[in-house]
Nanobody, 119 residues
């Protein structure tokens, strides 16, 4: 059973960098052909795919967030991370990490973590 757990600060100040990690258990992040994604949901809004890192380390970002989003991984700890720079209160959301098989649907999700950006 694959499990994903998000971790990071619940409160970030405007203009700072939001940093989250997703620790994966029950499976390796280097196993072909999985794609490990970050998705967020602002209060009262729908899900937004932010970006992903593939089993081979390739990274992909939503065009709307590419300029201030970075995704990386630590294979020794079996985790992947998100950094979102220059945040504003509009970046307040529940942030999820999830696993997908290639560009298909996500089959495993973390429980999500609420990050509030203060002005």
């Amino acid at each position: 059973q694959v499990q994903l757990q998000e971790s990071g600060p619940g409160l970030v100040k405007s203009s700072q960098t939001l940093s989250l990690s997703c620790t994966v258990s029950g499976g390796s992040i280097t196993t072909s052909y999985y794609l490990w994604s970050w998705i967020r949901q602002p209060p009262g809004k729908g899900l937004e795919w932010m970006g992903a890192i593939a089993y081979d380390g390739s990274t992909y970002c939503s065009p709307s967030l590419r300029s201030h989003t970075s995704i990386s991984r630590d294979t020794s700890k079996n985790l992947f991370s998100l950094q979102l720079s220059s945040v504003t209160p509009e970046d307040t959301a529940v942030y999820y990490c999830a696993r997908g098989i290639g560009w298909g649907g996500m089959d495993y999700w973390g429980k999500g973590t609420l990050v509030t950006v203060s002005s």
